[in-house]
């Protein structure tokens, strides 16, 4: 029921009580795991997983390894003591060393990484 009535007073005024209840009903843990499973960066992730027939369980690490790849490329675009080639040489060898390892963790060849941006 407490579910129920945060997802009905999401956007709402009454969203932070709906939530504090359902904090309360379900506990801070469940709490947590459900919005885990609410963050579009999951659902992108099972998406794309799902569409490549790679195993969903892998969606978590994706969506958190896809989080950091991006925070990462984007402290060396703002880099002010880096040339604008040499943020384009570093974004580069970052970009090739995110394919490997995205590879490597999904056991995938390199080439196809690239089907998980």
Excluded: C, Y
Excluded at 48 to 72: K, M
Excluded at 76 to 101: H, L
């Amino acid at each position: 029921m407490a579910i129920l009535q945060w997802q009905g007073a999401a956007g709402s005024e009454r969203e932070m009580q709906a939530r504090d209840e359902l904090a309360k009903s379900i506990g801070p843990g469940r709490l947590a795991q459900l919005d885990r499973l609410t963050d579009p960066a999951i659902h992108t992730a099972v998406q794309d997983l799902h569409r490549l027939g790679l195993p969903l369980e892998a969606a978590g690490w994706l969506a958190d390894f896809r989080l950091e790849a991006a925070a990462q490329l984007q402290q060396s675009w703002r880099n002010p003591r880096m040339t604008a080639a040499q943020k384009q040489e570093e974004v580069g060898m970052m970009r090739n060393a995110f394919r490997t390892e995205l590879a490597a963790q999904m056991k995938l060849p390199p080439e196809t990484a690239d089907l998980l941006p």
